[in-house]
């Protein structure tokens, strides 16, 4: 970063800690010069001191409510998608694709032509080849287990991993 760019970088971060203090910071277009940033500096010191920033939370943080699961006919295991692999219409790679995998994905029932049904979400069922369908592991926790739980009001399929 050359000398202009760190300056406006400095610069940029006393106006913002300035506007929090309720200085009004430069119109655009307006120059500081240096004395006048070095100011604004040290009058946000001081106010720090006099005050400084409380950044701890004020209580327990809420648990964010579980969404409801509704079930799903059939039985879906959790398996390991490459992410990004096209998940087709029908059981060709001919056909159209109607989503890309995320990594894992909820398959089932048998497979058809060398394909695995993927559970897209609660209105889509799409076909992945079974040379890219894998067991499940998630290799920041090799232990890790799951489970497909159903889809949720909004369609996303429900994945419980423990």
Same mark, same amino acid.
């Given at each position: 970063?050359? &000398?202009?760019? *760190?300056?406006?970088?400095?610069?940029?971060?006393?106006?913002?800690?300035?506007?929090?203090?309720?200085?009004?910071?430069?119109?655009?277009?307006?120059?500081?010069?240096? &004395?006048?940033?070095?100011?604004?500096?040290?009058?946000?010191?001081? &106010?720090?001191?006099?005050?400084?920033?409380?950044? !701890?939370? !004020?209580? =327990?943080? @809420?648990?964010?409510?579980?969404?409801?699961?509704?079930?799903?006919?059939?039985?879906?295991?959790?398996?390991?998608?490459?992410?990004?692999?096209?998940?087709? @219409?029908?059981?060709? %790679?001919?056909? &159209?694709?109607?989503?890309?995998?995320?990594?894992?994905? @909820?398959?089932?029932? @048998?497979?058809?032509? /060398?394909?695995?049904?993927?559970?897209?979400?609660?209105?889509?069922? /799409?076909?992945? =080849?079974?040379?890219?369908?894998? =067991? *499940?592991?998630?290799?920041?926790?090799?232990? %890790? %287990?799951?489970?497909?739980?159903?889809?949720?009001?909004? /369609?996303?399929?429900?994945?419980?991993?423990?």
């Amino acid at each position: 970063m050359g &000398r202009l760019g *760190f300056s406006a970088a400095i610069a940029a971060i006393i106006v913002s800690a300035g506007c929090a203090y309720g200085q009004v910071p430069p119109q655009p277009g307006q120059v500081m010069s240096r &004395r006048q940033l070095e100011q604004l500096q040290k009058e946000s010191d001081q &106010r720090l001191q006099a005050a400084p920033l409380n950044l !701890s939370h !004020s209580g =327990p943080i @809420a648990q964010m409510p579980n969404p409801k699961v509704y079930p799903i006919k059939g039985i879906w295991v959790c398996k390991d998608i490459k992410s990004f692999d096209p998940i087709y @219409a029908r059981p060709s %790679t001919k056909s &159209r694709v109607v989503a890309r995998s995320s990594g894992w994905a @909820a398959v089932g029932g @048998a497979y058809v032509n /060398g394909f695995g049904k993927v559970l897209v979400n609660k209105n889509l069922i /799409g076909y992945v =080849p079974v040379k890219n369908i894998k =067991p *499940f592991y998630d290799k920041l926790a090799p232990s %890790t %287990t799951c489970q497909v739980q159903g889809v949720q009001a909004n /369609g996303v399929v429900a994945l419980y991993m423990k």
